[in-house]
């Protein structure tokens, strides 16, 4: 058993809608399931009847599904933060009242960013176990499909390196970089205007994840709780974002070997630049044949939803590779054969109920 | 080990500021933090540490106690409903979006009355277990501060026998009375005017958690979930919202001994006018002398946040009454020990904080 809470924050961003820039989630609309699905995969294995399973356009299945089998070998605690959901989830969350974030090619995608950054920064000491243990430790992860695109605009209004990875095998990063100009004329800023103020930097490029996320790492650090960014480059932005807030203590940025090896996004230089000690854990997925596996061997979806800090807290108790690749295969292979069902309700969700015994 | 799920909603009515009508809160302002701080107490134990601990102005402890003693013996399952909390918690909610509801004696408490009920409906197969256990049932209760006198004015508006009971020892319900008789004045409503029109009752004379408590037993009479009223004269009012919503099915309403024996409300009469198969559970606490059970058994607080349900449950799974007292004691000396600090510091909670590293 570990102390660590592993902590999602969950959220949208109409920017995910923008052609060919996301993988999270087979289309537009069920990628606005993506979050609340993820969710309800960490916690209960599986998502809600209601609920489609996310995977990408070719079949992947969402990275939630490699932090649920850590999870049922080491039973780690799990919070679910709603921060902007589009869609309901089943699994309880803390609320920081979040709406969906805009498109960051208007002006501002996240009016309400300095409001969602100052209530996650109250419930912050409340995330770890109740008691709150000198050794309790928070791992921060995400989930929000779109949310590279939002980081390369916060990093870029920063001014930090702009540079940011994907859930696409092919990291589309001149159509991101596209997207974060319109933005950024959008927003009357040019690169680095943001630099010193995070919150005008999460409402005019960014997205209501990183908002919260900020406001937890920023709220953790005034009240010494530990915490640990269990992501890619989306927690990388959340760190540079919580440094431009003045925090400086000791940052730990785990992900996994799929983002910290993608040649397009130099992840290292980046933790460098934020003085973030990077950690990077490799689960052996090219030993697998499994389809799920393969295609993140192949570079599919990468890191999300806790992935990478799982990981490596599973090699740091002990839990061999191959114990994790296996329950991968066993909660893919469930989650795929339920899938045909749930895809199928979930986008005939708009239609009108049966009319039942309601008023 | 039971397969029931009890499932709290949560919320605040402006209606509660109303002198002398509640004693769910030492006072007005801590009145609003109780539902938050019940949620706490449900699922920890113990109020997060920056609540406070919700005890009535004569230094009563909420009913949480008594329904977490009998969680802390059966380990229940346990989901809380945020149905308009004016006050974070720290305890994961299901969200029904939901604001705090309106002073009755205004026009329209409720004005999302109908998209609440609508949430609350649609999530009501997700709320027991994740498979739907065909023997899987719902405890449906409710914790909000003023709720007797909403409950009051809907079952006024509906038409239904005008009676309900209270947290205080001496019910007021002449002034309750009269505070119905200013809100159907306000929304221009004879009594009985919203009869087979529950949305109206709660949009004009209700409080969120009637309409989110109203949508959960629609929703899971249309999904076959059984469910059971834990509760006194507000589930008997989320009971008479079913009824004039259509719902035939049997609803049974497990309250407590206190609520049952109230004289200045005739709970049986109002259970025979809506069908409902009452059961009342008595927990002895006469035959203990800790001032908390004693309070009890002068007639305070009497019910809420399912202690009555749970109590059923107890009864149920053969715990002995003993033993739930021995555990309420237990718990209530270690809520009142930590009470002056965490009281303390919910009345400063508007002070500025310290600067820290924030931005």
Redesign the interface.
């Known amino acids: 058993m570990t102390d660590a809470t592993l902590v999602v924050v969950a959220g949208t961003t109409e920017t995910a809608a923008i052609d060919g820039i996301s993988a999270a989630g087979a289309d537009p609309t069920l990628r606005r399931h993506t979050p609340s699905a993820d969710l309800e995969i960490v916690a ?1 294995g ?1 998502p ?3 609920s489609p399973v996310p995977v990408s356009p070719s079949g992947c299945p969402t990275p939630a599904v490699v932090t649920r089998a850590v999870r049922d070998r080491l039973g780690f605690e799990f ?2 933060v ?1 921060a902007g959901l589009a869609v ?1 989830t ?6 920081v009242d979040a709406d969906p974030g805009g498109d960051i090619r208007e002006a501002d995608p996240v009016p309400d960013a300095e409001a969602i ?1 100052e ?1 996650a ?3 912050a ?2 995330l770890g176990s ?1 008691d ?1 243990a000198p050794d309790a430790e928070i791992l921060l992860a995400e989930t929000i499909p779109g949310g590279t695109t939002t980081a390369l605009g916060v990093l870029t209004a920063l001014g930090e390196r702009p540079i940011v990875s994907s859930s696409l095998a092919a990291n589309p990063l001149a159509r991101k970089r596209a997207v974060v100009e319109d933005g950024l004329a959008a927003s009357g800023l040019d690169p680095g205007d943001a630099a010193g ?3 005008a930097a999460v409402r005019q490029m960014g997205d209501p994840v990183l908002a919260a996320a900020a406001g937890v790492v ?1 709220g953790a ?2 009240r010494g709780v530990r915490v640990t960014l269990a992501g890619g480059t989306q927690l990388a932005a959340v760190a540079a974002l919580a440094r ?5 203590r000791r940052l730990p940025l785990a992900t996994t070997a799929f983002v910290a090896d993608d040649p397009t996004a130099d992840l290292a230089a980046l933790a460098t630049d934020l003085d973030l000690s990077l950690t990077a854990a490799d689960p052996g997925f090219d030993e697998s044949d499994h389809p799920a596996m393969t295609a993140y061997a192949r570079g599919e979806a990468k890191e999300g939803v806790g992935m990478g800090g799982a990981l490596a807290l599973a090699d740091r108790e002990g839990v061999p590779a191959a114990d994790v690749r296996e329950r991968v295969a066993t909660i893919t292979d469930r989650l795929l054969a339920e899938r045909g069902d749930a895809t199928a309700r979930a986008t005939g969700a708009t239609e009108p109920r049966d009319g ?4």
Do not use: K, L, Q
């Open positions: 209960d599986r809600a009847p209601d919070v679910a709603d309901p089943a699994t309880p969350t803390r609320a950054f209530r920064r109250a419930m000491p409340t109740g709150v103020d995070p919150i920023v650090a005034e431009h807030a003045g925090v400086d039942g015994d309601s008023p």
